[in-house]
């Protein structure tokens, strides 16, 4: 099983750089680190997609960022209410039931 996934993540970073997967080296010591590989390899592949805050929220990782302009580090802890989206206003006066999530 961890055999098969990291030959698919074998393709995917070969495909990326011009390599074959034969040329690829990857850590599938075990299963933590191979997630951790996959995780990192589907942050590049769709970073400029918007599924970050998606994908930390249901891994329910804490998001780090660092700021560039004065070197302060920037900490939300999951769970954090920062992590939900509000719903839209015209859902909200379509149901008279539902609750906004907390800001």
Known sequence: ???????????????????TP??????????????AVIIKERTKELCFEAHNLFDITRQKR????ESKTNSTLKKLTYPNNKFILPIPQTELNANPNMVQNPL
């Open 62 to 65: 804490s998001l780090i960022r």
């Open 22 to 35: 034969a040329e690829i080296t990857i850590d599938e010591s075990s299963k933590e680190a191979l997630a």
């Open 1 to 19: 099983m961890l055999a098969e996934a990291a030959a698919d993540v074998k393709q995917i970073i070969a495909r990326a750089y011009g390599k």
